[in-house]
């Protein structure tokens, strides 16, 4: 794809900034908003898995496999690294319907612009 280098520079600059937004306490909520964190895992998810699959679009499954490695092991760390936040299997599985979602999303995005180029 002719914008790879873009794809790929804005992808590492989404992985680091969610891996920072990972890391750092938090103070904990008392609103009750259960599902607005897990709101926030899917889209932050979601947009890193669309720039990757864009930026690495020869390899999606090992895209997607290595990001929920990933998501897995940022809430491994959560519970070792931070005293504010703690693991959470729920916000794992949020991360992996973020990927999913963006899967799809992004081979929607590949067609059109494959359709608009002419290439199909």
Do not use: N
């Amino acid at each position: 794809m002719r914008y790879s280098p873009t794809f790929k520079l804005i992808f590492i600059l989404c992985f680091t900034l969610l891996t920072y937004l990972l890391l750092i306490e938090m103070a904990p909520t008392t609103d009750g908003s259960l599902y607005k964190d897990k709101i926030q895992h899917v889209i932050a998810f979601g947009g890193v898995a669309f720039w990757g699959l864009l930026a690495f679009s020869q390899s999606p499954k090992a895209t997607l496999f290595g990001l929920a490695v990933f998501g897995a092991l940022m809430e491994v760390l959560q519970g070792i690294l931070t005293t504010t936040r703690q693991p959470s299997f729920y916000d794992w599985l949020a991360d992996v319907v973020g990927l999913l979602l963006a899967w799809g999303v992004a081979v929607m995005w590949q067609r059109w612009w494959s359709t608009r180029r002419g290439r199909i």
